[in-house]
C-alpha cells in the first residue's frame, strides 16, 4: 500500500472448498527488509509464500513486486528465489552444478557463470565443496547450498520456508546469522516462513504475526514482543501473565482501571467501563515486594525454575492461569514455595485487550 513498497501483497484471498486459508492479507515490504511470517502451523504461511513465488494462484488479491504486477507470472517469469524446508536439490548435480543450474536456464554468459557460481559458494560458506556430490553433504550444508543456489541468479526477492527447521539447534543458530549477514551484504530483500518465535525475533527487521489467514500485527521484534497488538499475539510470542478483568473507569490519560479478582488494576488503554477486558504482562516486568504507584497484587509461590541466566518464579493465580515473574539473578531471600508474596509491575507496562466473553 505504501509507496516504498517493493513487495506489495494486496488483499490476498485464498480457500480450500470451504475453509478461508488467507482471509485478505496485506503486506508491504521495503526495499532490502527481512520480513518473517511467524504463526503456528496451519496458519497460511506456506500458500503465502506459494503464491507470492507464482506457485498457487490466490483466489483474489494481487502481487505486486518493484512496481509490476506479477500476480499472472509463471514462478521462472517473477525474479524471486525460494528456499525450502527439504533442500531441494537435485542430487545427481554437484555443488557447483546446481548453483549453476539457475544461472544456465536464464541464459548468462557462459564465461560468468563459473565466477558467478564461486562468489555465491564463497558466500555461503562452501567454497570448498564445489565439485562433491550434493548426496554427501551434511543437512547444514545442504541447506547452505540451496541459499547460494537460489541468491546465484540475484532474485529481487527471496523467499525461505522454515529453510532451518530440520537442523538442530546449534547449527540453526549458526546458520541464522550467517543467513542475516549474507542477505544484508547483498542488500536481497527476504520473506522468511518461521513458527519458532526466537528464529523470527532474532533474524527479522519486521515481523507479521499471522492467525488463520490473517496478519494481526506486522512490527520490529521490540514492538512485537513489548507491545502485541492482539492477545494471540501476546500469547504466541513470548510469556506472559494473563489475567480477566472488567473496565471500569478511566484512570489518568490513557489509562484504565480494571477490576479483577486480584483487586484493582490500572492498564493502558480506553474502554467503555463495564466491557470484559484481558491484562498482559510480561514476566520480566513484574518484580517481588510492593510498589507505590504500580499495579501490585498478592500471590502464592508454587515454583522456581533457574535457567541459567535467569531466573522464573511461578505463581498459583486460581481462578485464572499462572502468574511468572522472571528475573535476572537470584530471588529474594528466605522466598520459598508456598509463600504468599506481593508482585508489582508498572502501570506502563499493563497491557489491555478486549476479551470475548466465553
Ligand atoms: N493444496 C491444499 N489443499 C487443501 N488444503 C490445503 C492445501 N494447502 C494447504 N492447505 C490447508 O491450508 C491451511 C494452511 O496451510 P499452510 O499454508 O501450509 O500453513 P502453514 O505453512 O502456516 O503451516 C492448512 O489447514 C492446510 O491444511
Ligand atoms: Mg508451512
Request: proline share 7%; with cysteine.
Amino acid at each position: 500500500m505504501t509507496d516504498s513498497a517493493f513487495l506489495d501483497i494486496r488483499r490476498a484471498t485464498k480457500s480450500f472448498g470451504s475453509a478461508m486459508v488467507l482471509d485478505g492479507v496485506d503486506l508491504a515490504v521495503t526495499p532490502g527488509e527481512f520480513v518473517s511470517l511467524l504463526g503456528p502451523s496451519g496458519c497460511g504461511k506456506t500458500t503465502l509464500l506459494r503464491i507470492v513465488a507464482g506457485l498457487m494462484a490466490a483466489d483474489t488479491g494481487r502481487i505486486v513486486l518493484d512496481g509490476e504486477d506479477i500476480s499472472a507470472r509463471p514462478p521462472h517469469r517473477r525474479d524471486v528465489g525460494v528456499v525450502f524446508q527439504n533442500y531441494a536439490l537435485f542430487p545427481h548435480l554437484s555443488v557447483a552444478e546446481n548453483v549453476a543450474f539457475g544461472l544456465k536456464a536464464r541464459g548468462a554468459p557462459k564465461d560468468q557463470i563459473a565466477p558467478t557460481v564461486r562468489r555465491f559458494l564463497d558466500l555461503a560458506q562452501m567454497a570448498g565443496f564445489a565439485e562433491r556430490s550434493v548426496k554427501a553433504l551434511s543437512g547444514g550444508q545442504q541447506q547452505r547450498v540451496a541459499v547460494a543456489r537460489a541468491l546465484a541468479v540475484q532474485p529481487k526477492l527471496l523467499l525461505l520456508d522454515e529453510p532451518f527447521s530440520a537442523l538442530d539447534r546449534k547449527l540453526r543458530e549458526a546458520m541464522q546469522i550467517d543467513l542475516k549477514r549474507l542477505l544484508r551484504e547483498l542488500g536481497t530483500t527476504a520473506i522468511f516462513v518461521t513458527h519458532d518465535q526466537d528464529e523470527a525475533l532474532m533474524m527479522s527487521d519486521r515481523v507479521a504475526v499471522m492467525n488463520r489467514g490473517q496478519i494481526e500485527q506486522l512490527d520490529t521484534p521490540d514492538a512485537i514482543y513489548k507491545r502485541p497488538a492482539t492477545p494471540f499475539a501476546l500469547e504466541f510470542v513470548g510469556l506472559s501473565t494473563r489475567i480477566a478483568g472488567t473496565a471500569l473507569e478511566a484512570s489518568g490519560p490513557g489509562e484504565v482501571a480494571i477490576a479483577t479478582d486480584f483487586g484493582r488494576i490500572r492498564g493502558q488503554g480506553r474502554f467503555t467501563p463495564g466491557s470484559p477486558v484481558l491484562i498482559g504482562v510480561r514476566p520480566e516486568r513484574m518484580a517481588f515486594g510492593a510498589q507505590p504507584d504500580q499495579n501490585t497484587i498478592k500471590a502464592r509461590l508454587t515454583d522456581i525454575v533457574f535457567q541459567g541466566s535467569r531466573v522464573q518464579a511461578h505463581f498459583a493465580a486460581p481462578p485464572g492461569e499462572p502468574i511468572q515473574i522472571e528475573s535476572v539473578g537470584a530471588l529474594p531471600a528466605g522466598l520459598a514455595a508456598g509463600a504468599e508474596t506481593p508482585i508489582s509491575w508498572p502501570v506502563a507496562d499493563t497491557l489491555v485487550y478486549p476479551r470475548l466473553k466465553s
